[in-house]
């Protein structure tokens, strides 16, 4: 046995949960960008699975409770979601590593495909069918993303469309994005109850995915254009007004999206009423 008073080298250290990543396992390239929590960069996992990993800045994010819900979010696997491989939570600054999506946000795929994609409603509606497929699989799983936005997806090989960065706006510690009074809380894509109340569901997630069509059916515009936030409150919600139609948007396609921003959320359909109106309007080419 070792010499008393020498301290043995901890083992590794590497929990071996099956959402631990081994650091040493991970190559890092260029930055992706910045998100609310710090920096991405993109990366290589074993030598050959390209990710994404999110550099957790200190202080942005509860991280305990978070790497408690990696155990969650990791079993939450649909072919429209970006999949999360594991985390780094041995070290600071911790790590989240991701499926890697090559085309970046779908907010700036839109912009800068709007000339040809406006051209091609069918794609367009496909792009929202693949986005109504991912949630109505987090509804299966009864889970909110609370932040659903054209910002928060992704584009992959192929043009697939994948959600990202879900139920991750629980974990975000900066009050001006957590309040419904804050400067970064997404108003534009919030229902009256979570504007009134903060009461999220799937349904709040349903009026989120209506702006978001709105989004993709405009190639990227932002909502209500110039209007302030406070502005946009009184407007929808004690006025009754709503996101006009866009100019490449058929009509039975607005009618999905209008019905998507009933008032009270109990008329709103669910995920899987929208996928089969978005399919059959998908079947007939028009
Ligand atoms: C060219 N290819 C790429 O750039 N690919 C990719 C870019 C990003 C990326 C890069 C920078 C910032 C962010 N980002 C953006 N918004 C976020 C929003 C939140 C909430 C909590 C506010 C919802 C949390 C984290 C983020 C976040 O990390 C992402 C997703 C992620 N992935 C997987 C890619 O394949």
Redesign the pocket.
Known sequence: SPPTGTSQPSTAGFGHDIWEIDPTELELFEE??????G??K?GKWRKNKSV?V?MMQQGMMNEDDFIDEAKTMKMLQHENL?QLYGVCSKQRPIYIV????????LLNYLKRQRGVILKKPNKLLDMCLQVCRAMKYLESQSFIH??LAA??C?V?DNLVVKV??FG??R??LDDE?TSSSGTKFPIKWAPPEVLGYTRFSSKSDVWAFGVLMWEIFTGGDMPYGKIKNQEVVEQVVHHGKRLEKPQACPGEVYDIMMVCWEKDERNRPGFAVLENKLANLSDDDY
Do not use: P, T, W
């Open positions: 992706l960008g910045r998100g609310q929590f920096s991405v993109r994404a999110k970006v991701i499926e890697y999506m090559k085309h970046g946000s609370r932040d910002r928060n992704l992959g990202g960065d991750l706006a974990y975000v994005y």
